[in-house]
């Protein structure tokens, strides 16, 4: 079938809408009509070809209505409305233990921009087009989509809300709640409040942490953190920022939470540890970086990568979208939604900070 979809393609500074041809679903796979997608951060740094191969389309954060059903698609029908998050092999033993997003093919399959057997589901003529980025390729009206990328959700709710959560909202709640089980009575610091941060002062609110200090340079941000839950906050470019933390609690933090890939604040995600804490991050410092390991021993620290907010996205999203549904979870505040033909300017507003989770919308929400 015919389908309109942004590519990204070498020496373009954003991704723009064309017409492709998209095959049709194979064993397992799902057609699915794209109503919203986020922007990522992944998106922006995979657009100019890092990982993911030349031309694709990107987009893994994904909503909207199943239209056909590949062959022995077992958990799904025709008009489901589903969350796509990422994609994983449902064979390994990450998998089998319920953590697909450290399944064994996570890199191939979320960047290969093909499926395992090599083949792609998208062309424009005799080009073949890369597709299946984290399982979805949803900068697209429609994507062709495993089984086990999607999670299904009620129909009651706007699917542009929804969007986000398969990649920004699952990856910083997900670490508060899933990977460093941050509990009544913990201290945590939030290390950058862009949406992953966001949804990481929210979830830490959400489990009763005493004390959640966010740090970032943008000061509405900071406000917008305070409001969400946020105890205390921290301008970044002030003073020994690490010192202003420990100072909050006496002792600094149970755990931080890193979510930028500046060199210092991975510094600083250790210095603030109270002893026997643990610093998350979720993003690599740019550039040489090299953690104090004596400070690290002599604290009992750990330093911990977190993929996917260690989470299961067909039990972790649909209990996220209960707490919204109850108010606890105020994700969609953070969310701003674009045209989908104004890709270029959502990437760019991305880029430049000034929105915090842009969401495209394709077509009507319900
Ligand atoms: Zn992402
Ligand atoms: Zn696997």
């Known amino acids: 079938m015919k389908i ?63 239209e056909a059903l590949g062959e022995g698609v077992r958990g799904f029908a025709v008009g489901d409305h589903v969350v ?62 495993p089984e086990r990328t999607a999670v299904k959700v009620d129909k009651d709710i706007p699917l ?21 089980k941050v509990r009544a009575g913990h201290t945590v610091a939030i290390l950058g409040t862009g949406g992953v941060g966001l949804s990481a002062v929210m979830a830490a609110k959400l489990v009763g942490a005493k004390r959640i200090v966010a740090v970032d340079i943008n000061r509405q941000r900071l406000e917008l953190a305070k409001e969400l839950g946020a105890t205390d906050i921290i301008a970044a470019d002030t003073d020994n920022v690490a010192q202003q933390i420990r100072d909050i609690t006496g002792r600094g933090v149970d755990f931080s939470f890193n979510s930028t890939t500046v060199a210092a604040v991975h510094s600083i995600a250790l210095d603030c540890l109270a002893m026997n804490g643990t610093a998350g991050f979720v993003s690599a410092p740019r550039g040489e970086w090299t953690p104090q390991m004596f400070a ?22 649909p209990m996220l979208i209960d707490y919204w549904r109850q108010g606890r979870f105020p994700f969609d505040r953070l ?32």
């Open 4 to 66: 309109t979809a942004a590519v990204s393609r070498s020496n373009q500074d954003a991704p723009s809408l064309e017409t492709l041809e998209l095959e049709a679903p194979r064993p397992g796979e799902m057609l699915v009509r794209i109503v919203a997608v986020g922007i990522c951060h992944t998106d922006l740094h995979e657009h100019p070809g890092r990982h993911a191969p030349h031309p694709i389309v990107l987009g893994h954060e994904g909503a909207g209505v199943v």
């Open 84 to 145: 796509l998050s990422g994609s994983s092999c449902g064979a390994c033993p990450s998998c089998i233990a319920g953590r697909p997003t450290y399944c064994d093919l996570a890199m191939p399959m979320s960047f290969g921009g093909k499926r395992l057997d090599g083949s792609v589901a998208l062309s424009c003529g005799d080009e073949k087009i890369h597709s299946h980025f984290f399982g979805q390729s949803s900068f697209a009206s429609h994507a062709i989509v």
């Open 160 to 180: 542009d809300k929804l969007a986000p959560l398969g990649c920004g909202v699952i990856t910083g709640a997900g670490a508060i709640i899933e990977a460093l």
């Open 335 to 366: 969310i701003e939604t674009y045209r989908f033909e104004d890709i270029g300017k959502a990437f760019h507003d991305c880029e430049a900070g000034t929105v915090i989770k842009p969401v495209l919308k394709l077509g009507e929400t319900a």
């Open 296 to 317: 690290m021993l002599a604290g009992g620290k750990q330093l911990r990568g977190i993929l996917g907010g260690d989470a299961n996205p067909r039990t972790f999203l």
